[in-house]
């Protein structure tokens, strides 16, 4: 080594040395930003602000509406070809399959961290885990005894009630022009599917039932995603237990008998598991577009599915749905588009920063926090 740097000289030596800081400096440069992510991944605050950045209003809903696509097709196997026509117990094994992935999240460290319980009472997060074991138990309920027309003539009053429900609950109220947009999409959906209304008593009551905790639903994921620091999974992992617990008394009202006879070979195991990692990936991207958008939003998605579907079918299988249905579709896609333009207007900062009538209230309160480390977090992000 003496005899190369006698050979390279005093400046070669002043090189390398420059380098090797360089280096060093390179190297606790990216250490520090390393353990930025990582501080602002395990606060809160900083997981809300990397599910705003990686997952906004289009993201989101484009995730849940490929989803949704996928597991239509997955559960008409499962209730058609697999035969298995117990929709509450499908849904308990739906949420449990949940539960079991997030528990693995959490062993890992990959869990978001939820807010501390202070600033959420318990009670909001028991009522959401009731009110998601009835909307989701009693959806699928509807959904085998009554057909799909009627199942959507149905969800055309759960946008009404989520207007209403917001009006009274949170105070918030929409314009005119999304009045006229929602009242288009309804009246297009109601024609595309009034040519397949079949009318079952008992399916008529259970679909009756679910529209009020379907509402109730969607606006508890918004609010408490929006109004507070929680995330789609942190919020998932709280209130599954809640809805497991909730779902196992309406297996014996709701589902028919013979589940423990059910022919649980490879082959029906693997379909109802399937579907169940669809359904994992629908709560998650359902929650996601409640927290990007709004209740009223997520609804008009769940239409714009119909719509698309009795399109696709229309264009690419050849299926002949009428004139009527088709021309009712395209209404509400074009009622859809407007209300999703005037909407995406107001969607939440996807910076993750409180409105100004928030930071007025936690300066009222003595909250206000000025946080120079969270500053230099997120400028090193």
């Given at each position: 080594?003496g005899?190369?740097?006698?050979?390279?000289?005093?400046?070669?030596?002043?090189?390398?040395?420059?380098?090797?800081?360089?280096?060093?400096e390179a190297?606790?440069a990216l250490?520090?930003?390393?353990?930025?992510?990582?501080?602002?991944?395990?606060?809160?605050?900083?997981?809300?602000?990397?599910?705003?950045?990686?997952?906004?209003?289009?993201?989101?809903?484009?995730?849940n509406?490929?989803?949704?696509?996928g597991?239509i097709?997955?559960?008409?196997s499962?209730m058609?070809?697999?035969?298995?026509?117990f929709?509450i117990f499908?849904t308990?094994?739906?949420?449990?399959?949940?539960?079991?992935?997030?528990?693995i999240?959490?062993a890992l460290s990959?869990?978001?961290?939820?807010?501390?319980?202070?600033?959420?009472?318990?009670?909001?997060?028991?009522a959401?885990?009731?009110?998601?074991s009835?909307?989701?138990g009693?959806?699928?309920?509807?959904l085998?005894?009554n057909s799909?027309g009627?199942?959507?003539?149905?969800k055309?009053?759960?946008?009404?009630?989520?207007?209403?429900?917001?009006?009274?609950?949170?105070?918030?109220?929409?314009?005119y022009e999304e009045?006229l947009?929602?009242?288009?999409?309804?009246?297009g959906?109601?024609?595309?599917?009034?040519?397949?209304?079949?009318?079952?008593l008992?399916?008529?009551f259970?679909a009756?039932?679910?529209?009020?905790?379907?509402a109730i639903n969607?606006?508890?994921?918004s609010?408490l995603?929006q109004?507070s620091?929680w995330t789609?999974?942190?919020l998932?992992?709280k209130?599954?237990?809640i809805?497991?617990?909730?779902?196992?008394?309406l297996?014996p009202?709701?589902d028919?008998?013979g589940?423990?006879s059910f022919?649980?070979?490879l082959?029906n195991?693997?379909?109802?598991l399937?579907?169940?990692?669809?359904?994992?990936?629908?709560?998650?991207?359902g929650?996601?577009?409640?927290?990007?958008?709004s209740a009223?939003?997520h609804?008009?998605l769940?239409?714009?599915?119909?719509?698309?579907?009795l399109l696709?079918?229309?264009?690419?299988?050849k299926?002949?749905p009428?004139f009527?249905?088709?021309?009712?579709?395209?209404v509400?896609?074009?009622?859809?588009?407007v209300?999703t333009?005037?909407?995406?207007?107001?969607s939440?900062d996807?910076?993750?920063?409180?409105?100004a009538?928030?930071?007025?209230?936690?300066?009222?309160n003595g909250?206000e926090k000025?946080?120079?480390?969270e500053?230099r977090?997120?400028?090193a992000?």
């Amino acid at each position: 080594m003496g005899f190369i740097e006698s050979f390279l000289g005093s400046n070669a030596r002043r090189f390398i040395k420059r380098k090797d800081s360089d280096a060093g400096e390179a190297g606790r440069a990216l250490e520090e930003l390393r353990s930025s992510l990582h501080n602002e991944l395990r606060t809160s605050e900083g997981a809300k602000r990397q599910q705003q950045r990686m997952c906004g209003p289009v993201v989101a809903m484009t995730f849940n509406f490929c989803v949704s696509v996928g597991i239509i097709l997955t559960n008409k196997s499962v209730m058609g070809k697999v035969g298995f026509n117990f929709p509450i117990f499908l849904t308990l094994i739906h949420y449990t399959v949940a539960w079991v992935l997030m528990a693995i999240f959490k062993a890992l460290s990959l869990l978001p961290v939820s807010p501390p319980s202070k600033t959420t009472p318990f009670s909001s997060i028991f009522a959401l885990g009731i009110v998601m074991s009835f909307a989701t138990g009693l959806a699928n309920t509807s959904l085998q005894y009554n057909s799909v027309g009627f199942y959507q003539m149905a969800k055309i009053a759960v946008t009404p009630t989520i207007v209403l429900s917001e009006f009274i609950l949170l105070r918030k109220m929409i314009t005119y022009e999304e009045v006229l947009s929602l009242a288009l999409v309804s009246i297009g959906v109601a024609v595309a599917t009034v040519t397949d209304l079949e009318f079952n008593l008992f399916g008529a009551f259970i679909a009756s039932v679910w529209i009020i905790p379907s509402a109730i639903n969607k606006i508890l994921w918004s609010s408490l995603q929006q109004q507070s620091n929680w995330t789609a999974l942190a919020l998932m992992w709280k209130t599954t237990p809640i809805t497991i617990f909730f779902l196992l008394p309406l297996m014996p009202w709701l589902d028919p008998p013979g589940v423990l006879s059910f022919k649980w070979d490879l082959n029906n195991t693997s379909a109802i598991l399937v579907s169940a990692l669809l359904g994992f990936l629908l709560q998650w991207s359902g929650a996601l577009a409640l927290g990007a958008t709004s209740a009223t939003s997520h609804v008009v998605l769940g239409q714009f599915k119909t719509c698309v579907i009795l399109l696709g079918g229309y264009v690419f299988f050849k299926s002949d749905p009428g004139f009527m249905s088709i021309c009712g579709a395209l209404v509400a896609l074009c009622g859809m588009s407007v209300y999703t333009s005037l909407n995406l207007h107001k969607s939440p900062d996807v910076s993750g920063k409180p409105p100004a009538k928030q930071t007025l209230v936690a300066k009222a309160n003595g909250e206000e926090k000025i946080n120079v480390e969270e500053k230099r977090l997120i400028a090193a992000v």
